[in-house]
C-alpha cells in the first residue's frame, strides 16, 4: 500500500513542480528579454530533464548500463509520442505561431549523429567528449541568439507582444523561487514515481530491460509531460515544443555524454535494429507541425501520437 501512496504523492510533485518551472521561465525570459522559446529550450529543458541523468549515471554504476540507454532512448520517443500527444487531447497546440524550425533541424541532425555513434559502440569516454563538445556548441549558439534578440528587444520595446499568463512586474525573488523549487520538485517527485513503479513491476516480474525502455522511460518524461500539459493549458506552445525539443538534444548529448564518462554502454542489437529508429521516426513525425503553417497540434493528432505510443510500448513488451 505504502509504494501505492508513494506513486501518487511523485505525481503530485511533478505537476506542481512543472506548473511552477514553467511560470518562472516565462517570466525570467520577460524580465531579461529572451523569448520564452529560448528559455524552454534552456533553463526547462533542463530541469525537466535531470531524472534521466541522475538515472542513467546511478544504473552505470550499478553495472547496468544498458538500463541508461534504454532509458534515454525510450524517454526521447516518449517525449514526442507521449508529452505531445497528451497535451494536445487537453488543448489545442497553435505550433504554426511560433518558428522552431532551427531547433527542430538540430535535434534531428543529433539524433543521427548519436545513431551514428552506436554503429561503432560500446560508447566510451571519447563518445562521451564528443557529445558534450557538441552540447558546448549548440548552447554557445543559443546564448548568441539570446543575446541578439535582447539588442533587438531594446529597439521595439513597444512592440513586444505580452506572453499570456505572465506578469511583467513579478519580483525576482519569486521568478527565482519559482525555477529553483521547479528543477528541485522535478527530479524529486520523478525519482519518487519510478522508485514506486519499479518495484510494483518487478513484483509481476518484468524484465530490467523492458523496464528501462518502458516503465522508466515513461516514468522519467513525466516532468516533460507535467510542464508540457500545464504549458498547453497556459495556451504556451512555443513553451511545449522547446520544452520537448530542448529535452531530446540534451537527453543525447548531455546525459548519454556523462554516462559514457562515468563507464562504457554496451549497444545491444535490439536498440540498433528497432529502438532507434523508432526514436528517430517519432522525431521525423514532428516535421509537418514545424514547417508548415497548415498543420497544428489538434485533438486528432494528439490522439494518434498517444495511439502510436501505446503501440510502440507494446511492440517493446512483445519483444521484451
Not at 520538485?185 to 510494483?200: H, K, Q, R, Y
Not at 508548415?292 to 505510443?309: A, D, I
Request: glycine share 8%; proline share 4%.
Amino acid at each position: 500500500m505504502l509504494v501505492w501512496l508513494t506513486l501518487v504523492l511523485g505525481l503530485a510533485i511533478l505537476l506542481l513542480a512543472g506548473d511552477l518551472l514553467v511560470r518562472g521561465a516565462v517570466n525570467l525570459s520577460l524580465r531579461v528579454g529572451v523569448p520564452a522559446l529560448i528559455v524552454s529550450l534552456t533553463i526547462v529543458a533542463f530541469g525537466t530533464s535531470a531524472p534521466e541523468l541522475l538515472i542513467s549515471v546511478d544504473a552505470v554504476l550499478a553495472g547496468v548500463p544498458g538500463l541508461a540507454i534504454g532509458n534515454v532512448v525510450g524517454s526521447n520517443t516518449a517525449n514526442i509520442l507521449l508529452v505531445l500527444g497528451v497535451p494536445a487531447l487537453i488543448s489545442k497546440l497553435h505550433t504554426a505561431a511560433f518558428d522552431t524550425r532551427k531547433d527542430y533541424v538540430t535535434m534531428i541532425g543529433v539524433t543521427l549523429f548519436f545513431i551514428a555513434l552506436c554503429f561503432t559502440a560500446p560508447l566510451t569516454w571519447w563518445h562521451g567528449l564528443l557529445l558534450l563538445a557538441l552540447l558546448a556548441l549548440i548552447l554557445w549558439d543559443q546564448a548568441r541568439q539570446a543575446l541578439a534578440h535582447r539588442r533587438a528587444s531594446k529597439a521595439r520595446q513597444a512592440e513586444e507582444e505580452e506572453v499570456e499568463g505572465a506578469d511583467p512586474s513579478m519580483a525576482g525573488w519569486k521568478i527565482a523561487s519559482f525555477l529553483l523549487l521547479g528543477i528541485i520538485g522535478l527530479p524529486l517527485g520523478a525519482n519518487m514515481f519510478v522508485d514506486s513503479a519499479v518495484e510494483i513491476a518487478e513484483q509481476f516480474g518484468v524484465s530490467d530491460s523492458v523496464i528501462g525502455l518502458t516503465l522508466v522511460a515513461a516514468g522519467t518524461s513525466l516532468p516533460e509531460l507535467a510542464t508540457t500539459v500545464v504549458a498547453a493549458i497556459r495556451r504556451q506552445a512555443d513553451v511545449a515544443l522547446g520544452n520537448v525539443i530542448g529535452s531530446n538534444i540534451f537527453n543525447l548529448l548531455a546525459i548519454m555524454g556523462v554516462t559514457t564518462l562515468v563507464g562504457p554502454v554496451p549497444v545491444v542489437w535490439p536498440f540498433l535494429a528497432y529502438d532507434l529508429w523508432a526514436m528517430l521516426g517519432a522525431a521525423l513525425l514532428m516535421a509537418p507541425f514545424v514547417f508548415s503553417r497548415k498543420w497544428e497540434l489538434t485533438r486528432r493528432w494528439g490522439f494518434l501520437l498517444s495511439v502510436l505510443y501505446v503501440l510502440y510500448i507494446i511492440m517493446v513488451v512483445l519483444h521484451g
